[in-house]
């Protein structure tokens, strides 16, 4: 039974990638495939290990890593394009030089002539035009493949996710204290991003976003379908007294992400802030939320169990708590929003046809909007485990409730 | 480029680039390019081709994510559509109505998109990226069409810059470059290399822009004279010779550049070249200040013959020989590669990369060399160029960064 001194360990990343790469041969086996040829990032970095120079997309779709997965070959074989980054276990005849998906990927047709059925979860049409040369005609889709192999993390991969999301919130106590009238969004930014290297973090995975709030809808951006708008790109934005920021963060660390999610209040020296009696309802009502769906949280129950739980605390004409373009819960890995996906417009059969087991992670994300007050939103992240759950987020929510 | 041009803050009297101008410019090399490809629609899913056919202000995310369908452009219309759930960010000339919102259903995804009008009756659909589902979701929602490929013409598109994007990069090398200083002047014993991302992020947070093309090269050279890419934990100690090479997008434009540098006692890499650090010293690949300085002669020479070459009309092949021609050989990394709205073809480097690719005026390149011997050292360099800059024939260098330590013995 996982307990939460578990996940504290450090993990061992040698033997989270034999376990990682023996999920995936697991799924080959179940879809009797000959293999995997995995182009997507997060996919690739799954059942390698191997890893990549943090990049915009334009430089990640240009210089990629490919992976092939052979069935019951005890190794893959990574086309790479960062050859200090791989893993010490590789042998050298599964090491080859980079091939550029962007024009062609014919080094690896090579590799996979004859094989029958072959799962690909994304191509450009250079390496269709290829790959259809190998003699392969049509592949299965490895996207569904792949969130089978990746939804539920083994121990190392949950202590890397808390690892990165501890180096995040850590990073989160200096940008609040720097929090004050005048300073810019992208000070912030700035902060953050130098403290998350020192703290070590792998890489940053999304800029980071300090969204001012506004009191109505109305006066933020206009929406297409009447919801909150959130999250908005980072400026140079100057902060300002009384100012309501949702902060919104992911980092990665030996390629698992963390998500960061506080409100935030900006206040004039001496401070400290002091939120209104509105919004410490708010926060109560966003705690009672979170709790109300923790308490669903266990192997067995299902999305819907989740998204009934956190509608039954509040009255029954109230906003629905999450927002509209998004979801109650996702999952969080080697991406940073992954399956589970809970609330969503996949609708409520899909969130029913959603169980819990152990192994997986979920963020919880309610948001409490009161149009004319504006809201709060927070998110936290736990473990399921064979009893209920084990955190994986501890953040104070400060200048709110404990 | 005027020195007032040079910054990000607004001007009251002229706008330092003219956005509504480069924009519209886009949109309309975007649909010549789809006429001269005979493309009735283009779907596209990366973000760069999505920023650059509609100029909308997205949020930055690293890496590659999985495909969806980000911008949609209709030749007979000229009409742009984008996925985004608001209007913050968005070009008033696409407006609310060109906008179709997020959805996790691929299907109602591949139906907003279906809607458009011009889409259902296509007969020739480019897209530039795509997954075997949305592949056949789109024959569901427009089974009229025919897919082909869209990243070819979006390319080629792209190719040669206007002055309102060369405006724009020189921009970017001047934020990058910032951001390269200030990793120079925290290079000291005891640092790790993956700090030196952070003083990167820092700085050019600082002038306003948080959006790297890439965090970073910053990577001690061992022994064996290897360049690494990927910075680790290693600790930096007196005499080691680092790669550094960040780059930074502004307005989604890359600059970019590389420079080899030796860590000192105190920073700046001075004292620890001058003192002279004796041969093998410093831990790293260092076999003294002659050998480096020799590395670097060589580099210079064969980088300026590559430089010299990057001329209209050039070959991949040709720039290949111009650098084997100095007697050095092929490094592992590409020589060349294009640079706009991040990283783009051509490519040119080992194995004949890109050997056929001919250079054109207005094109921008990222121009970089490796001079490396085991149990040496090596020299990494890199530059972003204007082919045809000077003259319309000379390449303009947009970078500019001294070479501290490694020249001032040379």
């Known amino acids: 039974m996982l307990a939460p001194a578990d996940i504290q360990d450090s993990p061992d990343l040698a033997r989270m990638r034999r376990d990682r790469y023996a999920r995936a041969q697991a799924q080959l086996a179940a879809h009797d495939l000959d293999g995997l040829l995995l182009v997507g990032e997060s996919n690739v970095e799954y059942v390698t290990g191997a890893r990549v120079l943090t990049a915009d997309a334009g430089r990640a779709a240009m210089f990629r890593t490919v992976a092939y997965v052979a069935r019951d070959d005890p190794f893959p074989h990574v086309f790479a394009a960062y050859p200090d980054g791989l893993p010490p276990e590789l042998p050298a005849d599964h090491i080859h030089p980079a091939v550029y998906p962007e024009f062609g990927a014919r080094p690896v047709a090579e590799i996979i002539r004859g094989e029958r059925a072959i799962g690909l979860d994304e191509y450009t049409a250079a390496m269709r035009r290829e790959l259809h040369g190998s003699g392969l005609v049509d592949f299965v889709d490895a996207t569904p493949i792949m969130v089978a192999a990746r939804i539920c993390k083994t121990v190392d991969e949950l202590r890397c996710i808390r690892m990165a999301q501890h180096i995040n919130e850590q990073a989160m106590l200096d940008v609040q204290a720097a929090l004050r009238p005048g300073v810019r969004q992208t000070d912030l930014s700035g902060l953050f991003l130098r403290r998350i290297f020192e703290l070590g973090a792998t890489g940053n995975a999304v800029d980071p976003i300090w969204q001012v709030m506004p009191a109505r809808m109305a006066d933020g951006p206009w929406t297409i379908h009447g919801d909150v708008a959130f999250p908005t790109a980072t400026t140079d934005a100057i902060l300002r007294d009384g100012d309501v920021v949702w902060v919104d963060t992911g980092i990665t660390f030996n390629g698992y992400a963390s998500d960061f999610g506080r409100t935030w209040l900006v206040s004039a020296p001496p401070g400290p802030p002091r939120p209104t009696g509105v919004q410490r309802d708010q926060f109560a009502r966003w705690r009672a939320v979170v709790e109300a769906v923790l308490d669903r949280v266990k192997p067995g129950s299902t999305g819907g169990d989740l998204t009934r739980a956190a509608r039954s605390v509040l009255p029954a004409d109230a906003r629905t708590p999450w927002l509209g373009h998004f979801y109650l819960v996702h999952g969080v890995g080697a991406d940073s929003a992954e399956m589970p996906l809970v609330g969503t417009d996949l609708g409520p059969a899909f969130d029913e046809s959603i169980v819990l087991a152990p192994g997986m992670v979920l963020v919880l994300e309610p948001v409490i909007w009161d149009d004319g007050a504006s809201g709060y939103r927070s998110e936290e992240i736990v473990a399921v485990t064979e009893g209920g759950w084990v955190p994986l987020s501890d953040h104070p929510y400060w200048p709110f409730g404990s | 480029m005027i020195g007032s041009s040079l910054g990000v803050a607004a001007l009251e009297e002229a706008s330092r680039v003219d956005f509504a101008r480069l924009r519209s410019s886009r949109h309309s090399r975007c649909l010549a390019a789809m006429e001269e490809a005979g493309l009735d629609v283009l779907i596209l899913g990366r973000p760069g081709n999505v920023h650059w056919v509609s100029g909308a202000r997205s949020l930055w995310t690293a890496g ?39 959805s996790w259903n691929p299907l109602t995804l591949a139906s907003s998109v279906a809607a458009i009008p011009g889409v259902a009756d296509a007969a020739t659909v480019g897209g530039d990226a795509m997954s075997p589902l949305f592949a056949s979701l789109l024959t569901a929602v427009a089974p009229r069409a025919r897919l082909v490929d869209g990243a070819g013409p ?186 706009g709205v991040g990283v783009e073809p051509p490519v040119v480097g080992l194995a004949r990369l890109g050997e056929d690719a001919v250079l054109e005026a207005g094109m921008v390149l990222a121009v970089q060399g490796l001079v490396s011997e085991p149990g040496m050292g090596a020299v990494f360099g890199k530059e972003t160029v204007l082919v045809g800059g000077i003259g319309g024939d000379q390449a303009e260098v947009l970078t500019r960064f001294g070479w501290g330590p490694l020249a001032s013995k040379s």
């Open chain 2, 64 to 102: 590659v994510r999985a495909f969806g369908p980000g911008a949609v452009v209709v030749r007979s219309t000229g009409s742009i559509h984008l996925l985004s759930v608001w209007d913050e960010g968005v070009p008033a000339s696409i407006g609310r109505e060109g906008l179709y919102g997020l």
């Open chain 2, 154 to 339: 979006m390319w080629a598109a792209r190719r040669t810059k206007s002055a309102d994007e060369v405006a724009c990069l020189r921009i970017a090398c001047a934020i990058t470059e910032a951001g390269l200083e200030a990793m120079v002047s925290a290079l000291r014993p005891g640092v790790r290399e993956r700090e030196l991302v952070g003083v990167f992020d820092e700085r050019i947070a600082s002038l306003g822009v948080t959006t790297p093309a890439l965090e970073g090269i910053c990577c001690v050279v061992g022994a064996d004279g290897q360049m690494r890419q990927v910075p680790g934990d290693r600790i930096l100690a007196a005499g080691d010779v680092i790669v550094l090479s960040p780059g930074a997008l502004y307005a989604g434009y890359e600059g970019g550049l590389g420079r080899t540098w030796i860590v000192g006692e105190d920073g700046r890499g001075g004292d620890g070249w001058s003192r002279g650090r004796g041969s093998g010293g410093g831990g790293s690949g260092g076999g003294g200040n002659t050998g480096l300085s020799d590395l670097y002669r060589r580099w210079r020479v064969a980088f300026d013959r590559l430089l010299g070459t990057c001329r209209p009309e050039e070959t991949g092949a040709n720039l290949v020989g111009a650098w084997t021609s100095t007697g050095e050989r092929l490094p592992s990394i590409p020589l060349i590669h294009g640079v």
